[in-house]
């Protein structure tokens, strides 16, 4: 499972394969949108892809990072579509909404592993890990058993 930090590397990584949505537990967000509004969409795709200017004008001003450049306008259905699976199934986190504000940071994806050695020393933890791990398996969640 993986936690992210930042929507639009998040969803860029989904929309390009890197990143399966289903192993995404919680995208925590700076933005303080609903994907399913047109107008705040609106907003969001001309932010992240650069608009009609690719970026210029909002650069300019301190808006957004465009990191869906490059992407033709053909392609805002799939990215509007990832960010309302991301939004209706509960995964998308946005902070600003409740006057918080995350800094970004230059990484944006967090793995949930639980090191072995705390599974050992901590029987409570170790049962719950197992329910996770049952969980998961039930939601199609890829588990990565060789991570150390």
Known sequence: MKIGLSYSRCVRDIVEGKVDIADVLVIIARTDFDPRDDK???GIWEGYAGGSNRGSMIRMFGG???EWHGYDDE??????SVS???WESGKL???RK????PRRMSYYWLETVLP????EDNPAV???WEQFQTFAGLTNVKLDKDHK
Do not use: C, G, M, T
């Open 40 to 42: 705040q969409w609106r």
């Open 64 to 66: 957004s990072n465009p």
């Open 75 to 80: 392609d805002e259905d799939l990215f509007r």
């Open 84 to 86: 309302i699976k991301l």
């Open 93 to 95: 986190h946005q902070p």
């Open 98 to 101: 409740f006057n918080a504000y």
């Open 116 to 119: 072995s050695d705390e599974l």
């Open 126 to 128: 170790k049962k719950a």
